[in-house]
């Protein structure tokens, strides 16, 4: 049994602690106290009930708390399960309370867990290991105030950590909680190998009339994935890819990643979408301010843009939906999401970011 505490109370997050504690570990959940309406309906149970594909049942957690004190006592591992602009929120509130030791794994984390190295920095907070996932590790909605539902494992999760170096103690720690982990090389890497921001954004913005028009009452994967709209999505990937090469790393092409995650058949992007049987399921955003565009945009795309730009690789695709995206949303999507300069790393160069992801010493 491996105590854990959980930090979230969305979809994922309820997803993660009922099923982990269906398999016998002990979970902490946790939500910050200006969000506590999201745990309300189990603060006094501490029960979750759980459907869908994994573990069924309800899942009796060992605490369901507001108290960052109390989350931090509960267990030396913390899962992050918010969106990213909640993953400053989290820092700044746990900031002062970690103790050398303790272990923080953002799912996912699209280079979070380098805001996280900045904030614990500007508190001269020390010994604390940070860690992330490439995805989400379910296809799940909370389907109730107390319940939620997975439709799928993710069976292919990549680990990301910093400092590197501590790679295979922190992989070790998640393989329990997560068959089939494995771990990329460095934070970086795992940060540029999130699924997410290469699919949703361009999907949405190509499916924008039809999502407006039926309130997304259509299937994303199945439908609106259509070959042209992979055609264009596969070209966003080279551009990533191309990120990853300066890094020196050879990323894994997005059609390829699905196939490994458990998303469907190996073969180009649409055949592997189309061949989906987890994906077809999913129904497209109700709207145009879904976390799709709100998370994906300005907290993927818009965080590898600025990555790009300091190490000279050109992301013209990427860039025009950054644009148009930030039309449709009414807000300039770089002003609201993250960049190297939120990382901590606008002033190192390639050499010395990648002597830092490996060590975890900042220059």
Not at 45 to 50: E, H, M
Request: hydrophobic content about 45%; aromatic content about 6%.
């Amino acid at each position: 049994m491996t105590s854990v505490t959980v930090l979230g109370g969305g979809n994922t997050a309820f997803a993660v602690a009922a099923n982990l504690s269906l398999r016998g570990h002990e979970i902490t959940l946790f939500e910050l106290p200006e969000q506590a309406a999201n745990v309300a309906a189990i603060q006094s149970s501490r029960q979750i009930v759980l459907k869908g594909v994994a573990e069924r049942g309800t899942a009796t957690l060992r605490a369901v708390t507001t108290d960052v004190g109390e989350a931090v006592a509960a267990s030396d591992l913390m899962l992050l399960i918010v969106p990213a602009y909640a993953h400053r929120p989290f820092a700044e509130q746990f900031a002062r309370k970690l103790t050398p030791g303790k272990t923080i794994v953002l799912m996912p984390g699209t280079l979070g867990s380098l805001e996280w190295a900045k904030v614990l920095r500007s508190h001269r907070t020390e010994g604390v290991v940070l860690a992330e996932v490439d995805t989400a590790p379910y296809v799940c909605r909370k389907t109730g105030p107390a319940e939620a539902t997975i439709w799928g494992e993710v069976t292919g999760l990549g680990l990301g950590v910093l400092p590197a170096r501590d790679t295979e103690r922190v992989l070790a720690r998640m393989a329990p909680l997560f068959p089939g982990i494995s771990a990329h090389p460095d934070v970086a890497a795992c940060g540029l190998s999130s699924i997410n921001p290469v699919i949703h954004p361009a999907g949405v913005l190509m499916n924008a009339g039809r999502i407006e028009y039926s309130r997304g009452e259509f299937y994303f994967y199945e439908e609106g994935v259509s070959p042209s709209v992979a055609k264009v999505v596969s070209r966003i990937d080279q551009e990533r890819l191309e990120i990853g090469r300066a890094l020196g790393h050879q990323l894994t092409p997005v059609a390829e990643a699905f196939h490994q995650a458990g998303f469907g058949p190996a073969g180009d992007l649409w055949s592997t979408i189309n061949g989906s049987l987890m994906l077809t399921r999913l129904k497209a955003p109700g709207n145009l301010e879904s976390r799709w565009m709100t998370e994906d945009l300005p907290y993927g795309i818009a965080t590898w843009v600025s990555l790009a730009e300091q190490l000279g690789v050109e992301t013209p695709l990427m860039r025009s939906f950054i644009e148009i995206g930030s039309v449709v949303l009414g807000a300039d999507a770089r002003a609201i999401g993250r960049d190297c300069e939120d990382l901590g790393i606008e002033a190192l160069t390639v050499e010395q970011f990648r002597t830092y992801l490996v060590s975890g010493r900042f220059p």
